[in-house]
């Protein structure tokens, strides 16, 4: 019988086979995180929950246990299903499985309240800004209201809701996202970049006030700094930094750390940069001295002084993963599995990385384009950055990802093999492609069949181009 395990540290490719092997039945089990029991439709006949919490201690409610114990038979595939809930001695005594199989479900409550207000911000400045008040005109008060009592919250808190919506418009004024005139109600030109650009309430005037802060002294010759500000902040304040650790490092390393990275790898990287004379290098230098994250912490870290120094352990991982990033799509081709082996991530999370990343690199796009001034020029370089991002190579393959079904390492060879762009792939014999490009990679990787079809398709993205660019003349 076939038995495996399922994390977030797979790519989407590995996850995607077991769950297949799984429903095929190859696999007969599968030790797995909450994530697959609570998400993915993977029907069982029995379910072990091994714990009554998830994560970094966080306690399963009856509605998250039922959820994942209803995997455990289902209508019209069996009969039968069963589930075991394993609990030390401890909870055995204090009756903990009764609370947990007999409790009540607690009821659906609305999600705006949620995380200090976060959300109904957000679904406040969506109103104002956005197209259910006609575009950016804003809204009336009375209109905004309305919207509110007829949601569940409003159903919830008839009495305090209009109360608790007053008080988060008086946050987004003193935030500069919203402007009150009497009974009318308008987004700023920094609100309406914030909601047109997706961005998180809360962080969007840090944000502005950093990519203000990088037009100053942004060098264009490194990607780093445009990568740091790409790296998601939520994402990278998941990650925490683990001890000082001497002596080899082997690959087990990381998964024990679970979210933690190993700041002794950045120590390294940093060490790296003040012995290059290269321009590149000395731009990321110069960059972490920036961050204070330079050569005074490193120095104080390594001789036991961390505690002097303690900002930088708020900023490293979010530098750390953007170094993650840059040895994917700046310069040299790397592949998504030696970036993983050569940072000491696991290779889902570097997936993850770059799918946050372009999604943010993308918003920030946006956002600098509504914000106009000195900021419209960056509008450029994230949404250049976000193309590479979503493919996971440097800008000269990105031409060649875009053709549907190439992976990043035929997208290397074909450029290597003289097929570095659209124009000479759908001038190319199929034939001569396979025979250069296997050549390269030192074994079948590429079938005549599959050739033929990237110069269709290559063939076929040009032929639109054209009739964009026509359409656009007439225009």
Request: charged share 20%; net charge positive; with cysteine.
């Amino acid at each position: 019988h076939g038995v495996t395990y399922h994390h977030a540290g797979l790519s989407g490719p590995e996850r995607g086979a077991l769950q297949q092997a799984y429903l095929d039945g190859t696999l007969h089990c599968i030790c797995c995180t909450s994530t697959l029991a609570a998400g993915v439709n993977l029907p069982a006949q029995i379910v072990v929950l091994a714990q009554k919490w998830y994560g970094r201690k966080c306690p399963i409610t009856p509605s998250e246990y039922r959820q994942m114990a209803g995997r455990a038979g289902r209508a019209g595939l069996c009969t039968l299903g069963t589930s075991v809930l394993l609990l030390p001695t401890e909870d055995l005594r204090a009756d903990a499985q009764t609370q947990l199989l007999s409790a009540t479900i607690e009821p659906v409550t609305s999600c705006l309240l949620s995380d200090n207000h976060r959300v109904l911000r957000r679904t406040a400045l969506s109103l104002i800004a956005g197209e259910a008040s006609g575009a950016a005109t804003g809204i009336s008060k009375d209109e905004l209201q309305s919207w509110f009592r007829k949601s569940l919250f409003g159903r919830q808190n008839p009495e305090t809701f209009w109360g608790k919506v007053g008080t988060t418009l008086t946050h987004l004024e003193k935030m500069n996202m919203i402007k009150v005139e009497q009974e009318w109600i308008k987004p700023t030109s920094f609100g309406y970049a914030t909601f047109r650009s997706c961005l998180d309430v809360d962080h969007a005037t840090h944000l502005d006030a950093q990519i203000a802060a990088a037009t100053a002294d942004l060098k264009l010759n490194t990607d780093l700094h445009l990568l740091y500000l790409a790296v998601p902040a939520d994402f990278a304040r998941d990650y925490t930094l683990a001890p000082y650790k001497r002596g080899r490092l082997t690959y087990a390393d990381t998964h024990a750390a679970g979210k933690e990275l190993i700041y002794s790898q950045y120590e390294q990287r940093f060490r790296s940069l003040l012995g290059s004379t290269r321009d590149e290098d000395t731009a990321d230098r110069n960059l972490c001295e920036a961050l204070k994250c330079g050569e005074r912490y490193v120095d104080m870290r390594h001789g036991g002084r961390g505690q002097y120094v303690r900002h930088g352990d708020t900023i490293v991982p979010r530098l750390y993963l953007a170094m993650c990033l840059q040895s994917l799509v700046s310069g040299k081709f790397c592949t998504l599995r030696t970036a993983s082996r050569e940072f000491w991530l696991p290779m889902g999370t570097v997936q993850d990385l770059l799918r946050a990343s372009a999604v943010h690199a993308n918003c920030l796009s946006i956002f600098c384009k509504e914000r106009g001034g000195c900021l419209a020029w960056m509008h450029v370089l994230f949404s250049q950055l976000s193309k590479r991002l979503r493919y996971g190579v440097p800008v000269e393959l990105v031409p060649i990802m875009e053709i549907k079904g190439v992976r990043p390492t035929i997208a290397q060879a074909l450029v290597e093999s003289g097929f570095s762009s659209l124009e000479l792939i759908q001038e190319a014999n199929a034939a001569d492609m396979v025979l250069k490009v296997n050549e390269r990679l030192g074994g079948p990787r590429l079938k005549r069949r599959v050739a033929q079809d990237i110069i269709v398709k290559a063939q076929t993205k040009l032929k639109l181009v054209e009739q964009l660019a026509e359409q656009e003349a007439v225009l």
